[in-house]
């Protein structure tokens, strides 16, 4: 608590949506020598790490390179996901994140497991089996692939999403749930004991992690999804539900939704209050919206990031921040229509550009990890950075 007081003179700026024309001054580059941004966050007790594709590493030694220097933790952007690794009953195929796992210990890089139970991505023969399945068929189609693939990779996977994305208040439950999700519908809210106690049998030593977006900004649509995440986590840590840390994905869109640091703050400090861990997990920003020239919108853009990172990193439960992507040359925000940019060039909001350089994302990112203070591991299972 306290650097709030100078978090907050610095983060006024980004208390409402930035502006979409040129800044009238943009500092000058920052030095982008010395360490990667994991070795940064290592001095205060934490990591850093980044979502990657085993298919970037098998064609891009470059990007490789760039990974290795800069992140000290991995996670699969899509190949633990079950529609990839559980085409159909019975049948698995691992190999895209045994490739991941086998990179990493090769390397001496961690691994988070993305994602166990999610309500999308699901193969079809899944949807098409759940709702006619008996109760207890239906509940081994939960818990099965979680015992599965937990107990594949026990011991080299330290950290689970086991559910990601439970809530959407937009949906129109009381209780702020996702309703169109085939795990709710089969199981009501209980899904998500099932599959944390599952989990826990599983790998009894692996940290277990419930995820969500949405709950970074001023915004009333993230204000109430923090409020049912919240209210969420009470119920189910009352039920003894082993959940032991929130990840705040972390897409940031600051052109369209205002960051205001004391409401994000005081979120964090209630999730800390419920004796939980915090981690960043999949962090970026898009930038569509922004100032046409590249100089003024990365300075907006590493000063959000700057912002946000400053006051995650205050709350001594936040063990991790991950980045979804590293580069910008390989950034779903310019594949997907509502972010990526009509001209068809590349949104700009991972810490290293379309040609692997270090940018004002990148040195605002380093500078939250220089200026955060020492932490130590207080949530059971969690370990400190060697």
């Given at each position: 608590?306290k650097?709030?007081?100078?978090?907050?003179?610095?983060?006024?700026?980004?208390?409402f949506?930035?502006?979409?024309?040129?800044?009238?001054f943009v500092?000058?580059?920052p030095?982008?020598g010395?360490l990667?941004l994991?070795?940064?966050?290592?001095?205060?007790?934490?990591?850093?790490?980044?979502a990657?594709?085993?298919?970037?590493?098998?064609k891009?030694?470059?990007?490789?390179a760039?990974?290795l220097?800069?992140a000290g933790?991995?996670?699969?952007e899509?190949?633990l996901?079950?529609?990839?690794?559980q085409?159909?009953?019975?049948r698995?195929d691992?190999?895209?994140?045994d490739?991941l796992v086998?990179?990493?210990?090769?390397?001496?890089?961690?691994?988070?497991?993305?994602?166990?139970?999610?309500?999308a991505?699901?193969?079809p023969?899944?949807q098409a089996?759940l709702?006619k399945a008996?109760?207890?068929?239906?509940?081994?189609?939960?818990?099965?692939y979680?015992?599965?693939?937990?107990r594949r990779?026990?011991?080299?996977?330290?950290?689970w999403d086991?559910?990601n994305?439970p809530?959407?208040?937009k949906?129109g439950?009381a209780d702020?749930?996702?309703?169109?999700?085939?795990w709710e519908?089969?199981?009501g809210?209980?899904?998500?004991?099932?599959?944390f106690?599952t989990?826990?049998?599983?790998d009894?030593?692996?940290?277990?992690?419930?995820t969500?977006?949405?709950?970074?900004?001023?915004s009333?649509r993230?204000a109430?999804?923090?409020?049912?995440?919240?209210k969420?986590?009470e119920?189910?840590?009352?039920r003894?539900?082993?959940i032991?840390?929130?990840?705040?994905?972390?897409h940031l869109?600051?052109?369209?939704e205002p960051?205001?640091?004391?409401?994000f703050?005081n979120?964090?400090?209630e999730?800390?209050g419920?004796g939980?861990?915090?981690?960043?997990?999949?962090?970026?920003?898009?930038?569509r919206?922004g100032?046409?020239?590249?100089e003024p919108?990365d300075?907006?853009?590493?000063?959000?990031?700057k912002?946000?990172?400053?006051?995650a990193l205050d709350?001594?439960?936040?063990?991790s921040?991950?980045?979804?992507g590293?580069s910008?040359?390989?950034?779903?925000?310019?594949?997907y229509?509502?972010?990526?940019w009509?001209?068809?060039?590349?949104?700009?909001?991972?810490p290293?550009?379309?040609?692997l350089?270090?940018?004002?994302?990148?040195?605002?990112?380093?500078?939250?990890?220089?200026?955060?203070?020492?932490r130590?591991?207080?949530?059971q299972?969690?370990g400190?950075p060697?």
């Amino acid at each position: 608590m306290k650097r709030r007081t100078f978090i907050a003179a610095a983060a006024a700026a980004c208390s409402f949506p930035l502006a979409t024309s040129a800044v009238p001054f943009v500092p000058p580059l920052p030095d982008f020598g010395g360490l990667g941004l994991d070795a940064r966050a290592r001095r205060s007790g934490r990591r850093f790490g980044c979502a990657i594709k085993s298919g970037q590493l098998a064609k891009d030694p470059a990007f490789t390179a760039a990974v290795l220097r800069e992140a000290g933790t991995i996670v699969q952007e899509y190949e633990l996901k079950r529609h990839v690794t559980q085409p159909a009953p019975g049948r698995y195929d691992f190999s895209g994140n045994d490739r991941l796992v086998d990179f990493a210990q090769k390397n001496g890089l961690a691994v988070r497991g993305h994602t166990l139970v999610w309500y999308a991505m699901n193969p079809p023969w899944l949807q098409a089996a759940l709702p006619k399945a008996a109760p207890r068929a239906k509940e081994g189609l939960l818990t099965g692939y979680i015992e599965t693939a937990m107990r594949r990779y026990a011991g080299r996977i330290g950290e689970w999403d086991v559910v990601n994305e439970p809530v959407e208040p937009k949906e129109g439950r009381a209780d702020g749930l996702r309703a169109k999700n085939i795990w709710e519908q089969a199981f009501g809210e209980n899904y998500i004991d099932l599959a944390f106690h599952t989990a826990r049998q599983a790998d009894p030593r692996a940290r277990l992690f419930l995820t969500d977006f949405g709950l970074e900004h001023a915004s009333r649509r993230c204000a109430a999804r923090r409020a049912a995440i919240l209210k969420l986590l009470e119920r189910a840590l009352g039920r003894g539900v082993p959940i032991d840390a929130l990840g705040i994905q972390g897409h940031l869109k600051p052109f369209r939704e205002p960051f205001d640091e004391r409401i994000f703050a005081n979120f964090l400090d209630e999730v800390r209050g419920m004796g939980i861990g915090i981690a960043i997990t999949e962090m970026d920003i898009a930038d569509r919206g922004g100032p046409q020239a590249i100089e003024p919108r990365d300075a907006q853009v590493a000063a959000v990031g700057k912002a946000f990172l400053d006051v995650a990193l205050d709350n001594p439960a936040t063990s991790s921040v991950l980045t979804w992507g590293l580069s910008d040359r390989y950034s779903w925000l310019s594949t997907y229509p509502e972010y990526r940019w009509p001209d068809g060039k590349p949104s700009r909001g991972l810490p290293l550009d379309s040609d692997l350089r270090r940018k004002r994302l990148w040195a605002a990112m380093a500078a939250a990890f220089d200026a955060a203070p020492a932490r130590r591991a207080s949530i059971q299972g969690e370990g400190v950075p060697a």
